[in-house]
């Protein structure tokens, strides 16, 4: 099974920076994508960014240019580096992997972390 835990959520002005971090736990996980979506309030999750394991990212029109998504294979460590942030990126952010996991067999598998939030307010 993976643990996901995300962190580096909080308040921040609009125009300011955050990181999220997404340390990631686990074994007989076999990782196609990583990503982070968001979840604001009455609106449904939306996809943020997603990085490949090779490395490829997709990121949503709204944060383009300002969001940058990465990995440190090293740590099993995901980050969402946010800049010029606005009101409407207050939301809950949530980590998610998709891959496969070795149970009897290797099986399909899709884990949720359980969410930072950030609010963006001056």
């Known amino acids: 099974q993976v643990q996901l835990m995300e962190s580096g959520g909080g308040l921040v002005q609009p125009g300011g920076s955050l990181r999220l971090s997404c340390a990631t736990s686990g074994s007989r996980f076999s990782m196609n994508a990583m990503g982070w979506y968001r979840q604001a309030p009455g609106k449904e999750r939306e996809l943020v960014a997603t990085?490949?394991?090779?490395?490829?990212?997709n990121y949503a029109d709204s944060v383009k240019g300002r969001f940058t998504i990465s990995r440190d294979n090293a740590k099993n460590i995901l980050y969402l580096q946010m800049n010029s942030l606005k009101p409407e990126d207050t939301a809950v952010y949530y980590c998610n992997a998709d891959g496969f996991e070795l149970r009897s067999s290797w099986l399909p598998a899709n884990y949720w972390g359980q969410g930072t939030q950030v609010t963006v307010s001056s």
């Open positions: 990085i490949t394991s090779g490395g490829t990212t």
